[in-house]
């Protein structure tokens, strides 16, 4: 028997995939409630007379409550479910510390996350560059060049959290059981499911009403992205691209942090262009969908470019990884 058709490939498999389905369950369920909860403590603000002082002092809570719509609740709640249920699933699927590489740096790891960070950072704002150039998008008159800070945070954080879990535990438990090549092609389609299910604000018009099976209805409008042709092409592949690169960066060098390096570099370079530029009216009517799209993520140019970048930094990467144990 082929180790990619054991009986050990299949139960990981199965409970992944059914951890999966389940949080989004949950969280299509607990969205409508998470959403009264926010907009009734939004009333209570407004009748205690707090909101004029939050609002006064821009408090970041406040701002948060008041611009967000239901697609956000709904995001949030998945989050929320997955902290319910990833526990759950840690235990019952034997997952470990030792399914992680050492994350103890050296100077080759800090080598390589510098490396990764740069070159995915620098080829995405060139990108981005070269599309406000020929008029895909267009600077704002206000943007915040030197306002480095919340885009190079927040790109951190994501992905040092996505990289422990998708690159660090999901790897590490489906290379246990199944062939190296099915691991990293797992690891890429379930990354970028679960990034492809990610509701756009617009998908509900403003104050549309909410009644309880409203998550799982939007839930519905979610996975039917599926199936749209350009949808796939614009945004599923890119983000495809990402996870194989993300994936296939932490097999050959035996850590996360060339991995940590590339993802946080794209998360940096699509959040700062973000807060540097605005799309002109023909990308947000989607007249060249699928080639280019409302942020740099999405679009299949966006897509050669991620493709590109992971297979330069995979390329290089034998020259700077230390040597690690394979996972056994």
Not at 27 to 51: C, D, Q, R, T, V
Not at 137 to 158: C, E, I, K, M
């Amino acid at each position: 028997m082929q180790p990619s058709d054991s009986p050990a490939q299949r139960s990981s498999l199965w409970k992944l995939l059914g951890c999966v389905a389940l949080i989004l369950v949950i969280g299509s369920a607990i969205s409508p409630l998470l959403y009264w909860f926010g907009k009734g403590l939004l009333k209570s603000l407004h009748e205690s007379g707090f909101a004029s002082y939050a609002q006064q002092k821009q408090h970041w809570l406040w701002s948060e409550i008041a611009r967000a719509n239901f697609p956000r609740f709904f995001n949030r709640s998945i989050l929320v479910a997955a902290v319910v249920v990833l526990p759950f699933y840690i235990l019952r699927s034997g997952m470990d510390r030792t399914l992680l590489p050492s994350l103890k740096p050296q100077k080759s790891d800090m080598l390589q996350m510098g490396a990764g960070f740069v070159l995915a950072a620098v080829f995405l704002l060139e990108m981005g560059y070269l599309m406000v150039k020929y008029g895909i998008y267009t600077w704002r008159t206000d943007a915040p060049w030197l306002g480095l800070g919340p885009p190079l945070t927040a790109a951190l954080s994501v992905a040092v959290v996505e990289e422990i879990v998708f690159r660090g535990f999901i790897y590490g438990l489906l290379a246990r059981s199944m062939s190296a090549t099915g691991a990293l092609w797992w690891t890429t389609g379930i990354f970028a499911a679960v990034h492809f299910m990610k509701p756009a604000d617009g998908i509900m018009p403003l104050g549309s009403e909410v009644h309880l099976t409203t998550g799982f209805w939007l839930a519905g409008q979610i996975l039917a992205n599926f199936a749209k042709v350009n949808f796939l092409l614009a945004e599923f592949l890119t983000l495809a691209a990402v996870g194989w690169a993300l994936t296939k960066a932490r097999a050959v060098t035996g850590t996360l942090w060339l991995s940590i390096g590339l993802h946080a570099g794209w998360v940096f370079g699509l959040k700062y262009f973000s807060a540097l530029t605005k799309t002109s009216k023909a990308v947000r009517l989607g007249d060249h969908m699928p080639w280019f799209g409302e942020n740099l993520r999405v679009g299949l140019v966006s897509f050669l470019v991620v493709t590109l970048t992971g297979w330069l930094a995979i390329q290089a990467a034998p020259h700077l990884r230390r040597k690690q144990p394979p996972i056994s």
